[in-house]
């Protein structure tokens, strides 16, 4: 009587997670943890400019984003394998510099080129160059076993480095109309960086979530050992997430000079503290294995929304790093309320 009184076994743990399912799970809401920051900086912004809902400087508060929230979207993959690239700082300025050197004409201009190439291949060989550094940070990191750290660190350097001897330390302007085509064109009304940077997001973003390789990353970042275990192949997988990495760091150096019309000497120095800020409030674990493109594209907004802010209540430039540290660790503790879990 009493057996057959008891529920089966199977039934007992299909209740418990029922159970489970019907209770909030802080976990799922982490992705949204800086929507209301961004609700609140938007508030703010109303208030100290009714200019700042304008469609133009909303439209320019996303277009100044693309070319950081490129660099995000690749430091985000590179740190969910549970690695770290400080170079993207250094290839979005030196991968533009290489690919104009080899296009542009050897006389006649402020910058002499090699004029090995049509102008029409600059963005491919641009594209190129970011790869060759992923690539070449993947043989330091995977190849040879070297500390990723200090591998990319001493790359960031010799890549400003190289930039600067080839610029001779200036900016380079007229640049191919083709090249700068991605950063200066409108599409719909709006700047086409508006548009590419959320599509190579999402594209990123269902890679993860739908793509078998996608779904390894988090394995990987996770548990490496693990990883290879379960058949695996961590090292190619996390080799070629480096390479795409430099080509998302060279493809934000073309939209970079598309939008200003040149090749800034100092393109991209100092980026680096964003990046990692912007990842990290945005939810992705530095330890590796966790975090989505979705958090990290907030993050990026919500640095952007800090500066856009300041500028129009008229905070001097002084005080602008000051403030940009206090929003990050202000963006941190509502994220680690709002998400339920600690952050390491």
């Known amino acids: 009587m009493t057996d057959t009184a008891r529920p089966p076994a199977a039934e007992a743990p299909a209740g418990r997670a029922a159970g489970r399912g019907l209770r909030p799970d802080p976990a799922r809401w982490r992705d949204f943890s800086l929507v209301p920051v961004i609700f609140v900086l938007g508030v703010v912004g109303f208030v ?43 290839t979005i300025g030196l991968a533009p510099v290489v690919a104009l050197w080899l296009v542009m004409p050897a006389h006649g201009a402020r ?31 995977i190849g040879l076993r070297v500390n990723g750290f200090i591998a990319t660190l001493g790359m960031l350097t010799m890549l400003r480095g190289l930039q600067l001897g080839l610029s001779e330390g200036r900016s380079i302007g007229n640049v191919p ?21 959320p599509a190579l997001f999402a594209l990123g973003g269902a890679a993860l979530g739908y793509l078998r390789h996608g779904r390894a990353l ?33 493809f934000a150096g073309i939209l970079y000079t598309g939008h200003y019309g040149a090749v800034s000497a100092s393109q991209g120095s100092g980026w680096i503290f964003q990046v990692f800020a912007a ?36 905070v001097p430039p002084l005080w602008t790093q000051f403030l940009n540290g206090l929003i990050i660790i202000v963006a941190l503790v509502i994220s680690r309320f709002t998400s339920g879990e600690k952050q390491d």
Not at 48 to 57: E, G, K, Q
Not at 112 to 134: S, Y
Not at 187 to 194: D, K
């Open 177 to 197: 109309a083709s090249f700068a085509y991605p950063g200066s064109a409108d599409w719909l009304g709006v700047p086409a960086a508006v548009w590419l940077c």
């Open 48 to 90: 100290v400019s009714p200019a700042f809902l304008t469609r133009d400087n909303l439209v320019g508060v996303i277009q100044q984003s693309t070319e950081l929230g490129l660099l995000v979207l690749a430091e985000a993959l590179v740190l969910i394998s549970g690695r770290m690239d400080l170079s993207l700082e250094s």
């Open 279 to 314: 990842a990290v409030i945005g939810g992705i674990s530095l330890k590796g294995g966790r975090g989505t493109l979705f958090g990290a594209l907030t993050g990026v907004l919500t640095l952007q929304l800090v500066i856009n802010v300041m500028t129009l209540g008229g």
């Open 111 to 141: 910058f002499a080129g090699l004029e090995l190439f049509p102008a029409w291949t600059a963005i491919p060989l641009c594209l190129a160059v970011g790869a060759a550094i992923g690539a070449a940070n993947g043989f330091l990191i």
């Open 218 to 250: 988090y394995a990987i970042g996770g548990n490496p050992e693990a990883a290879r275990a379960a058949g695996i192949r961590a090292d190619r997988i996390t080799w070629t997430v480096l390479t795409l990495g430099g080509m998302l760091a060279a």
